[in-house]
Nanobody, 122 residues
């Protein structure tokens, strides 16, 4: 099983980034996918998730209206479009796959990617 996150970088406040996470080694279309992030000195927090049934989406309040999660089952890839970035969005972003009872709970995910750094300068 492998989850490979990419697309991070250094941007300025108000800019956009699109993160990608390519998956292999499991049946991607049958798994819920999530994005989490962890800033220095802070706990890992939920960002967004998309269900494998119906593609329903869920967002943390802090990113609602700015971030959009999507998936392409044909490409085994999940995306996170991030707009209107703020300095407080600076973190390592991780993608995860699983069938969690609660999308925002990290322990419900089985597989994790290595993370990609997003830095937003003010």
């Amino acid at each position: 099983v492998q989850l490979q996150a990419s697309g991070g970088g250094l941007v300025q406040t108000g800019d956009s980034l699109r993160l990608s996470c390519g998956a292999s080694g499991f049946t991607f279309r049958s798994y819920d996918m999530g994005w989490f992030r962890q800033a220095p000195g802070k706990e890992r927090e939920f960002v967004a998730a998309i269900s494998w049934i119906g593609g329903r989406t869920y967002y943390a309040d802090s990113v609602k209206g700015r971030f959009t999660i999507s998936r392409d089952n044909a490409k085994n890839t999940v995306y996170l479009q991030m707009n209107s970035l703020k300095p407080e969005d600076t973190a390592v972003y991780y993608c995860a796959a699983g069938r969690p009872s609660y999308f925002a709970t990290a322990t419900g995910y089985d597989y994790w990617g290595q993370g990609t750094q997003v830095t937003v300068s003010s």
